[in-house]
């Protein structure tokens, strides 16, 4: 009798276990970047799935898969998230490989560029299959970047913009970029560097130019690469604009553009409600609405400029 108890008492055991695990929600996290550079970001994605009722640990689970600065790893990697059959993968800032690994489980992306130039969705407000998403999308601020450069550093003749050949996003900010000259009058020089090697050779190049200075285009490679090329920069001494504030934080002079974490916030968000039952389709593609100016008056000062007054009133984040 009793060894029938236990075994009663073990299967009721056995079916309350199943059902607790059927309660908790599995989400694939696919980054090119490494654990240590994108701690902030997923702390970000939690705090979006928290929104929605969603805690790692209680009633989720999240699958990391890091691509530690490998793009060939992702497709890989995007791949054993679909064999495991999360319930939605949020793929950050390289989403093509997700995309190409699935088209029935729900993608939650963050980009920094236009999603429909970039070929993820047809339509901002209709995102078309199982992808939606949320971009810092900078594009677009090519131009008033420059002028924000220019207006710290006015002697600035030579300008460029360094974009990673071999990404995808390299076409659509240059095309961007070639708007951008009509509009200041002057050329923008595109230097590539593919690799952290290459870095150097890039600024370098620039260097040799009197007066020059230098715009860093959007790319999940030079985004989990901010201390180096903030570095190389100073090094050379070649004044410097990026997209994101965290190049600021490393070291680097100057950013303008929407921020990177909330991007993250607003992909957990909507993951959260893809659990609850929404559709991709029917989620409409977030963009930003705020875009923060970063100065860093150490960066200045080790170039010899002084920040305008005028710059600095207009600044959402001085760091000294």
Do not use: C
């Not at 060894?3 to 276990?17: H, N, P, T, W, Y």
């Not at 970039?118 to 971009?135: D, E, F, H, I, K």
């Not at 924000?148 to 300008?159: H, I, N, T």
């Not at 900010?173 to 951008?180: I, P, Y």
């Amino acid at each position: 009798m009793r060894r029938r108890e236990l075994i009663a008492g073990l299967g009721v055991s056995l079916l309350a276990g199943a059902a607790r695990a059927a309660d908790i929600a599995t989400i694939g996290f696919l980054s090119s970047r490494t654990l240590e550079q994108g701690r902030t970001l997923v702390a970000a994605i939690r705090n979006g799935l928290q929104e929605g009722g969603f805690t790692e640990g209680r009633n989720a689970a999240i699958e990391y898969r890091w691509g530690n600065g490998e793009l060939d790893r992702l497709p890989a990697l995007a791949a054993d998230l679909v064999a495991r059959k999360v319930d939605v993968i949020i793929a950050g800032g390289t989403p093509q490989s997700a995309k190409a690994a699935t088209t029935t489980i729900p993608i939650v992306f963050t980009t920094g560029l236009d999603p429909v130039a970039y070929g993820l969705v047809t339509s901002l407000s209709r995102p078309n299959g199982n992808l939606t998403g949320a971009t810092f999308y900078s594009g677009a601020l090519i131009g008033k970047q420059m002028e924000l450069l220019r207006e710290l550093y006015p002697q600035a003749e030579s300008l460029a913009m360094l974009v990673k050949s071999d990404s995808p996003s390299a076409g659509p900010q240059t095309r961007d970029a070639k708007v951008a000259e009509a509009a200041l009058g002057r050329p923008i020089e595109i230097l590539n560097a593919v690799n952290e090697s290459e870095f150097d050779a890039a600024f370098a190049s620039l260097r040799k130019r009197p007066n020059s200075a230098m715009l860093v285009s959007v790319d999940p490679y030079f985004d989990s690469h901010a201390s180096q090329l903030s570095a190389v920069a100073a090094r050379h001494a070649v004044p410097t604009i990026y997209n994101v504030r965290e190049f600021v934080a490393a070291g680097g002079l100057l950013s303008y553009g929407a921020s990177i974490t909330e991007t993250y916030r607003h992909a957990g968000v909507y993951a959260g409600r893809i659990l609850k039952g929404a559709r991709p389709a029917d989620l409409p593609i977030i963009l930003p609405t705020r875009f923060d100016l970063a100065v860093n008056l150490r960066a200045a000062k080790a170039l010899g400029l002084s920040v305008p007054p005028q710059l600095l009133a207009r600044a959402d984040e001085v760091i000294e």
